[in-house]
């Protein structure tokens, strides 16, 4: 069979695109700072350099899966409950990460008992069970020494009210000394009602104590999506690979939803720093470092958005959930008020792509990155608007919490 010569073209011209991606400089354009969550709802973008990389030791990095460098607490001797901790998990996946984190670390310094938590949607009175997107199971027992979890209370302790805590993201040990414990010891049970006044997810060093190596169990050990949720995105992130493997190509999932867009209105700040990117820049901005209409691309919008035309445009294989998600499973994960499933399926896909790309700064870019570095996939490539002059593959944008190793994540891992 006679071979066409630009068959031969393309294929040298993929090998040599990504070639070249793997040596660009590593710039992150935006970065994790901190600030208001009515403001950006999380990180904003920053543009900042780092060190260049060969395309060997990017390459390398990408595939190295890290191994812990921290040690599951030392189980306390048994002693009589000192009281009860109680919270709920509120927002998508990437809060209920840090939501547990916070109260895991302080049961675990209280030496209080958990109540496994509820979860609770975004409108009044809609709630779900933990197991409704969690595996229960994995939870107590990747906690057991460390916490201990009962799914109900006492009735004698059910039948009171709980003091209600406030606790800002990434409780520290002072904050719990000076706030939390006073009034668990008048009051011991308690309710902790999380709130994110700033999104900090860089690293502060290797943990050395036993609330460190806590918080590090509960981030990364301890949460799992329910069998369900993970056969529903598994299907999904195969059928994403086999299109793109029919290419030569990768899969990139873009964390980009037309209603958070347009909330945020996606205008530079008076920093000079964008909270978001639009899908005509999202599209810009994946054709200046390299890729083409071969690749295939996930959002996490559920539903498609006139808006989105211009991105499937310049790249034809672009999804949604509404695309993706199996036929028999649609009525259950795409229904009206199903937002935390949605979010689950974007977590998980989101965290296993071959390349991501958050279009909206915030806190599902920070624990998704999270994720990714814990993993090994540590191709993760922050926007920016490349003027129109600049060449093809000039420069690589690769996020600060990998080119500077600046995530919470490194401390938990190496």
């Given at each position: 069979?006679?071979v066409?010569?630009?068959q031969?073209?393309?294929?040298?011209?993929?090998?040599?695109?990504?070639?070249?991606?793997?040596?660009?400089?590593?710039?992150?354009?935006?970065d994790?700072?901190?600030?208001s969550?009515?403001?950006?709802?999380?990180?904003?973008?920053?543009?900042?350099?780092s060190?260049?990389?060969s395309?060997?030791?990017?390459?390398k990095?990408s595939?190295?899966?890290?191994k812990?460098?921290?040690?599951?607490?030392v189980?306390?001797?048994?002693e009589q409950?000192?009281?009860?901790i109680?919270?709920s998990?509120?927002g998508?996946p990437?809060?209920?990460?840090?939501?547990?984190?916070d109260?895991v670390?302080?049961?675990?310094?209280l030496g209080?008992?958990?109540l496994?938590?509820?979860?609770?949607?975004s409108?009044?009175?809609?709630k779900?069970?933990?197991?409704?997107?969690?595996?229960?199971?994995?939870?107590?027992t990747?906690?057991i020494?460390?916490v201990?979890v009962?799914?109900?209370?006492?009735?004698?302790?059910?039948a009171?009210?709980?003091?209600?805590v406030r606790?800002?993201?990434?409780?520290?040990k002072?904050?719990?000394?000076?706030?939390i414990?006073?009034?668990?010891?008048?009051?011991?049970?308690?309710?902790?009602?999380?709130?994110?006044p700033?999104?900090n997810?860089?690293?502060?060093?290797?943990?050395?104590?036993?609330l460190?190596s806590?918080a590090c169990?509960?981030?990364f050990g301890?949460?799992?999506?329910k069998?369900e949720?993970?056969?529903v995105?598994?299907?999904?992130?195969?059928r994403?690979?086999?299109?793109?493997?029919?290419?030569?190509s990768?899969?990139i999932?873009v964390?980009?939803?037309?209603?958070?867009?347009?909330?945020?209105?996606?205008?530079?700040k008076g920093?000079?720093?964008?909270?978001?990117?639009?899908p005509?820049?999202?599209r810009?901005?994946?054709k200046?470092?390299?890729f083409?209409?071969?690749h295939?691309?996930?959002?996490?919008?559920?539903?498609w958005?006139?808006?989105?035309?211009?991105?499937?445009?310049?790249?034809p294989k672009?999804?949604?959930?509404?695309?993706?998600v199996?036929?028999?499973?649609?009525?259950?994960?795409?229904q009206s008020?199903?937002?935390?499933?949605?979010r689950?399926?974007?977590?998980?896909?989101?965290?296993?792509?071959?390349?991501?790309?958050?279009?909206?700064a915030g806190l599902?870019?920070?624990n998704?990155?999270?994720k990714?570095?814990?993993?090994?996939?540590?191709?993760i490539?922050?926007?920016?608007?490349?003027?129109?002059?600049?060449?093809?593959?000039s420069?690589?944008?690769?996020s600060?919490?990998?080119?500077k190793?600046?995530?919470?994540a490194?401390?938990?891992?190496?």
């Amino acid at each position: 069979m006679a071979v066409d010569p630009r068959q031969l073209v393309a294929g040298f011209l993929t090998i040599a695109m990504f070639a070249m991606l793997g040596n660009m400089i590593k710039r992150d354009h935006f970065d994790s700072v901190k600030v208001s969550l009515q403001e950006t709802s999380g990180v904003q973008f920053d543009a900042l350099k780092s060190k260049d990389k060969s395309a060997t030791q990017v390459s390398k990095e990408s595939s190295l899966e890290l191994k812990p460098c921290w040690a599951k607490p030392v189980p306390k001797e048994t002693e009589q409950s000192k009281g009860f901790i109680t919270f709920s998990l509120t927002g998508g996946p990437e809060h209920h990460v840090s939501q547990v984190t916070d109260a895991v670390v302080i049961a675990r310094y209280l030496g209080a008992i958990l109540l496994l938590p509820d979860i609770r949607g975004s409108e009044l009175g809609q709630k779900r069970n933990f197991e409704d997107l969690y595996d229960a199971d994995k939870f107590t027992t990747s906690l057991i020494g460390v916490v201990k979890v009962v799914k109900e209370l006492p009735s004698e302790v059910t039948a009171e009210n709980p003091a209600v805590v406030r606790v800002p993201n990434r409780v520290a040990k002072d904050f719990i000394i000076n706030n939390i414990e006073p009034i668990f010891q008048t009051k011991s049970y308690l309710r902790l009602a999380s709130f994110f006044p700033s999104i900090n997810l860089k690293a502060k060093g290797k943990p050395n104590t036993d609330l460190d190596s806590t918080a590090c169990l509960a981030m990364f050990g301890s949460l799992e999506m329910k069998q369900e949720i993970l056969e529903v995105s598994d299907r999904m992130i195969e059928r994403l690979k086999i299109l793109s493997r029919n290419s030569g190509s990768q899969f990139i999932a873009v964390d980009l939803r037309v209603d958070v867009l347009e909330k945020k209105g996606c205008k530079e700040k008076g920093n000079g720093k964008k909270p978001c990117y639009t899908p005509m820049e999202i599209r810009d901005f994946l054709k200046k470092v390299g890729f083409n209409s071969d690749h295939t691309i996930y959002l996490t919008q559920t539903w498609w958005h006139e808006s989105l035309n211009p991105l499937k445009e310049m790249f034809p294989k672009t999804y949604t959930k509404d695309d993706l998600v199996p036929a028999e499973k649609k009525a259950h994960f795409l229904q009206s008020g199903g937002a935390e499933l949605q979010r689950a399926l974007d977590f998980q896909i989101c965290s296993k792509s071959d390349v991501f790309v958050p279009a909206i700064a915030g806190l599902f870019y920070g624990n998704v990155a999270g994720k990714r570095i814990a993993s090994g996939r540590t191709q993760i490539l922050v926007p920016s608007q490349v003027p129109s002059s600049s060449p093809i593959a000039s420069s690589n944008f690769i996020s600060t919490y990998v080119s500077k190793k600046n995530h919470l994540a490194y401390s938990c891992f190496c």
